[in-house]
Each structure stands twice: as C-alpha cells, then as structure tokens.
C-alpha cells in the first residue's frame, strides 16, 4: 500500500468518500450520491477544491487502486462546516 498527496484528479473520489462517512450507518437511509451531490452542505464541503488550505492523502495500492483518503479545509467564518471555530 502507498500514501500520497491526493491532487486535482482524486476529487471525485474524496467526493465519493465523504458520501461513505456521512452514510457509514448502515440503519440510515441512503440516498444514491447523484442525488446526494444536489445538498447544498454536501456540495460546499469539496467545491473548489485544491484551494489555499486544502490538504488531502489517498491510500491506494501498488497497483493504483485508491483505497480510502483523508483531507481537511481551513474554513473561514463566511464559509465553513461542521467542527468550525471561529476563535
């Protein structure tokens, strides 16, 4: 397994992460992420992604096969999310 910087093209598969860390409990309802994608708090927590304070890594294996991903965002107090501090 390797561990490196995610880049532009790994977007779609944050997206697709973060879907599964919002619907991670199987007894909650799960919409497709089609459908999804179209919550406004889904949508903003990836747009624009690859700005200033935006870090992410991808998991994948040797062969290329991407795995699972971790990343944070610097919010500001306009835009932000869940867990912010504007302190």
């Not at 598969?13 to 406004?40: G, H, I, K, N, V």
């Not at 747009?47 to 062969?63: E, K, L, P, S």
């Not at 096969?65 to 965002?73: K, T």
Request: glycine share 8%; with cysteine; net charge negative.
């Amino acid at each position: 397994m390797n561990i490196r910087a995610a880049d532009f093209s790994d977007t779609a598969f944050l997206e697709e992460m973060l879907f599964e860390a919002f619907f991670w409990d199987s007894a909650t309802a799960r919409p497709t992420l089609a459908a999804f994608r179209q919550e406004a708090e889904f949508a903003k927590l990836l747009d624009g992604w690859g700005r200033a304070g935006d870090r992410a890594i991808v998991a994948a294996t040797d062969d290329g096969e991407r795995l699972g991903a971790a990343w944070f965002r610097l919010w500001t107090p306009d835009v932000h999310s869940y867990g912010f501090c504007g302190c």
